[in-house]
């Protein structure tokens, strides 16, 4: 059986976004019908990209219908012109592009509701401005009274809106300045590295206003860029050097898997992984035949209790029940954080903030009922929720999150780039805990709840789509890339444990039900996981050893160690060489190998090593050597 490539890579057979890449002298762009990626001017990215999505009542994002397409690129400038709708037509629009080798970039967008008003929670353009270089910077901010005024990026991630009322922008990298003027509607800014996104976002409208809202009449925007300056550095870019692994002080972090019902279809894969703990959760109803099936699993692992305390249900006897119930079974949790069902839903900082029962009041709850076990304050969704009611660390054993890559956008560029987020999440993380250990959640491509709206996106065509259950990543060599890079990204940062899968289910490590393991083989075969398990199994091992500090990796790639073995993975795309200090043992985990390490748990033991002191990684390969 011959296994699509795509399906290999990505766990589906959609293909991959066509990335056109744009040069007119000294600006570079890339070019797709749903976005503008990557503005570099002098090399320098200016404007990680600029988007026109269109949102649903639930902030999903609709998947547009392109009707005409024209582009055209001549003497230093290009164009573009895209007739696009949503929603089965009842949004039709209209995007202008030009573009010119000057720095000059303007976009217009005209949206027109067809047969009635239509409903939407955003709409239009939407901004996003590079964190590399910038969180901290300067910025310049022109309001719709005219009145200019002088702040920063926040460098520490910000909980709310860190800029209002926008007419216009203007920042600069390395003597390179852009300016943005936004016309058509009002504008305002979110730090956007909330949700793992590797920006800044400037968009419309304002979280103050009503939402969902209705446009019932035609409606145009504006974004207007003008670009300037030249590098003020002028040293030589130098030679790659080799890669050199060093010993560090901090240990590598525990690992665990999630678990909840539906998710223990083949509980053997948890003595497989070797974790350390399970997190699992349960509430607000309390699934006996689930806990029954934990309790046989999690004889032999530390055990992490999520519970969630139902609406309008007092905290302190919802416990009790909790107390008892497991009791019975014999299940002992080592730590528990509880959280009111309300707060599984998100709310701005200012509030309101839902009445009953608060999160402060479920961890003073949970300390009377457990007094055994280390009590977690913290959210069960993204650093996002955490962000906006921290808990207090005076009152907590530890703090926990979790977290989605696909909230805002689902495209493979998107997801990757948020492995650059991930360590000013953790440096955020680790500022608001005070020292108390940080035990995260689950972080993971898919999104397991949906803070921001009533549902998630169903996804059973196995597609990238933004806030989806399920993501076809997942089971192929784009996750296991992936987890490799979120490791990496906990390097500086006092991250105790984390999880990166589950047993099975849309977060799952290994294969159960048919339709999954038909993607990749015939009946006659013996599929057995997918590749994220092997990192995951790679890092157990890993755990509580003096951690690695690479030196010298090349930026595309991601690597993470401990002991004396570490793992290099290639995110993105492109092959990626580089070159180490010392000879190592590797094996590489990629399109070649791959059905070899899906069909053998133990494919890390099993796979021979070779000597190697320079590798070259295919795009969403991952090496595993020792020294």
Same mark, same amino acid.
């Given at each position: ?11 589906? $057979? ?25 503005? =570099? ?22 998947? $547009? ?19 696009? !709708? @949503? ?12 573009? /010119? ?8 967008? /005209?949206?027109?509701? @067809? ?9 239009? &353009?939407?901004? *996003? ?28 991630? $910000? ?39 590797? !920006? ?56 665990? *898997? ?26 607000? /109803?309390?699934?006996?035949? &689930? ?54 839903? $998100? ?68 997801? =990757? ?94 294969? =159960? ?42 930026? =595309? ?25 010392? !000879? ?9 190998? &791959? ?17 190697? !002191? ?14």
């Amino acid at each position: 059986m011959s296994i699509d490539r795509n399906v290999v890579l990505y766990g589906t $057979s959609e293909a991959p976004d066509r990335l056109k890449t744009v040069q007119l002298g000294p600006l570079s762009f890339v070019y797709t019908a749903e976005a503008i990626r990557r503005i =570099c001017w002098h090399e320098a990215e200016l404007v990680r990209g600029i988007a026109w999505p269109i949102r649903d009542a639930s902030w999903g994002t609709y998947q $547009s219908e392109i009707l005409d397409e024209q582009v055209e690129e001549s003497d230093g400038a290009f164009s573009a012109q895209v007739n696009f !709708s @949503v929603a089965e037509g009842r949004l039709s629009c209209l995007l202008k592009i030009q573009a /010119s080798e000057n720095g000059t970039f303007d976009l217009d967008l /005209s949206m027109t509701p @067809v047969g009635g008003p239509f409903s939407t929670n955003r709409a239009g &353009f939407t901004v *996003l401005h590079p964190i590399k270089g910038i969180a901290g910077a300067p910025l310049k901010v022109t309001h719709s009274d005219g009145a200019v005024e002088d702040t920063d990026f926040p460098r520490l991630i $910000s909980p709310g809106q860190p800029v209002f009322d926008i007419q216009g922008l203007r920042y600069g990298l390395d003597g390179r300045t852009v300016d943005i003027d936004f016309g058509g509607d009002v504008f305002e800014m979110e730090d956007q590295r909330n949700w793992s996104d590797a !920006s800044y976002k400037t968009y419309c409208v304002p979280l103050v206003f009503p939402f969902t809202y209705e446009l019932d009449a035609p409606r145009s925007q504006s974004i207007k860029l003008a670009l300037a300056g030249e590098a003020t550095d002028t040293a030589a870019a130098a030679g790659q050097a080799p890669v050199t692994i060093q010993p560090a002080e901090a240990t590598a972090p525990a690992m665990g *898997l999630a678990v909840e019902a539906g998710w223990l279809e083949n509980d053997g894969i948890i003595a497989a992984s070797g974790v350390q703990h399970l997190v699992a959760r349960i509430g607000p /109803s309390l699934d006996a035949a &689930f806990l029954a099936r934990l309790a046989n699993v999690a004889k032999d692992h530390a055990l992490h209790l999520e519970v969630v305390i139902a609406d309008r249900a007092d905290p302190a006897a919802f416990l009790d029940e909790v107390r008892d119930t497991i009791g019975q079974i014999g299940l002992d949790p080592a730590r528990i954080i509880a959280l009111p069902e309300a707060y599984l839903g $998100s709310h701005q900082p200012s509030g309101p903030w839902p009445d009953g029962t608060t999160p402060t009041d479920a961890v003073q709850a949970a300390r009377q009922t457990f007094p055994g076990a280390a009590i977690g304050g913290g959210m069960l969704t993204n650093f996002t929720e955490f962000n906006r009611f921290p808990p207090n660390p005076d009152q907590c054993d530890f703090v926990t999150h979790a977290n989605s890559a696909i909230v805002h956008a689902g495209d493979d560029l998107s997801v =990757c780039e948020t492995l650059e987020a991930l360590p000013q999440i953790f440096e955020s993380t680790a500022a608001l805990a005070q020292g108390e250990p940080c035990h995260l959640g689950l972080l993971s491509i898919g999104m397991r709840t949906n803070p921001y709206g009533a549902e998630l996106a169903r996804n059973p065509a196995q597609v990238r789509h933004t806030m989806a259950h399920e993501d076809p990543r997942q089971k192929g060599l784009f996750a296991a890339a992936w987890a490799v890079g979120v490791l990496a990204a906990t390097q500086a940062q006092p991250i105790s444990s984390l999880c990166l899968g589950a047993p099975t289910g849309p977060f799952g490590v290994s294969y =159960c039900k048919q339709s999954y393991r038909q993607a990749y083989f015939d009946d006659s075969d013996d599929a057995a996981v997918y590749p994220i398990f092997h990192v995951i199994r790679a890092a157990t091992l890993m755990a509580g050893q003096l951690r690695l500090q690479p030196e010298g990796v090349p930026e =595309c790639l991601r690597a993470y160690g401990a002991g004396t073995s570490f793992m290099i993975s290639n995110p993105s795309t492109e092959p990626r060489t580089l070159r180490l200090a010392v !000879s190592a043992k590797v094996a590489v985990m990629n399109t070649e190998t &791959f059905t070899t390490a899906a069909r053998d748990i133990d494919w890390l033991r099993n796979t021979p090593r070779l000597d190697a !002191s320079e590798l070259t990684l295919e795009g969403y390969a991952t090496a595993f050597a020792d020294i």
